[in-house]
């Protein structure tokens, strides 16, 4: 993450001593429309072409495409993996590159239309609709599994994650956070579940002022959530991918089922972690 980037997040979050954070707002009423995304899955199966494709969608910042060798034969999950501030599709993909491998699991990085995820309320402008559109581009390339599409995203872009998924519910089985600085959820749709991650010596999204008081707000709301703490700094450790994957894959549609762990579990421990600016 940029200076400028952390400076932005523990600005924002110098006021959630005491009360309610303001950095965690989520709206149980309708969806507003403005929110929407409208790429689906595609109902014909097309064998995809496989490999790391850029979208070239965008000018200057863009994005990526990965498909795995399966989706020539098959159906696959798809993770949409959006980066931290300052970020790219590049670092992004470094993350979860082996897991997507590993399990045959398409991935699509999008890259924010400025150095970071410009959003408020129920506005998620430029980057709601560049988003939309890689999905509707990801949707035409690879064959997904209707049920098996998820929304993840690290720091800002956890944020981002936290903030769009639950007004698409319908399209999103599973919404995955790691290190996110807050939520600011416009309205439900569906019933997506939760995957959040945080490490406990985080200087930058301090876990007291951020996942901690997410993570409550979400179950009081109804929510299914596991969540998950490591010693780790600001960076998304090894075994909170494996995990977020694994659940995915347990949804149904998978041509295999791995078990998956309690949703209460409190803390998996763990020393190695990567960076996902």
């Known amino acids: 993450m940029t200076r400028r980037a952390s400076l932005l997040v523990l600005g924002w979050m ?49 994005g990526l495409l990965y498909v795995p060798e399966a989706a020539r034969s098959r159906r696959v999950a798809l993770v949409v993996m959006l980066h931290g501030a300052g970020g790219s599709a590049s670092s992004a993909w470094e993350v979860v590159r082996r897991e997507a491998m590993d399990r045959q699991v398409a991935v699509l990085l999008p890259e924010s239309r400025d150095w970071s995820w410009r959003f408020r309320g129920s506005d998620f402008g430029a980057d709601g609709r560049f988003i939309d559109a890689s999905l509707t581009m ?87 959530v596991v969540y998950r703490e490591f010693p780790a700094p600001h960076a998304v450790p090894e075994p909170a991918i494996e995990e977020a994957f694994s659940l995915l894959l347990s949804e149904p549609g998978s041509p295999s089922t791995p078990p998956a762990p309690s949703a209460r579990t409190p803390t998996s421990p763990s020393s190695s972690a990567a960076s996902a600016r």
């Open 138 to 224: 990801a949707f035409e390339r690879v064959a997904v599994e209707p049920a098996q599409v998820a929304l993840a995203g690290f720091s800002m872009g956890a944020t981002l994650a936290l903030s769009l998924g639950p007004p698409n519910g319908d399209l999103f089985s599973w919404i995955i956070a790691f290190a996110p600085t807050g939520i600011e959820a416009a309205g439900r749709t569906g019933h997506p579940r939760f995957f959040v991650a945080h490490g406990t010596v985080d200087e930058i999204a301090l876990v007291d002022r951020t996942s901690r008081a997410i993570v409550p707000a979400l179950r009081a709301a109804g929510d299914f």
């Open 14 to 62: 110098t006021c959630c001593a005491g009360g309610p954070p303001p950095n965690v707002r989520i709206d149980s009423g309708p969806s507003p429309e403005i929110v929407r995304l409208r790429a689906r899955p595609q109902p014909v199966f097309r064998p995809g072409e496989p490999g790391l494709h850029p979208l070239q969608l965008g000018t200057g910042r863009d």
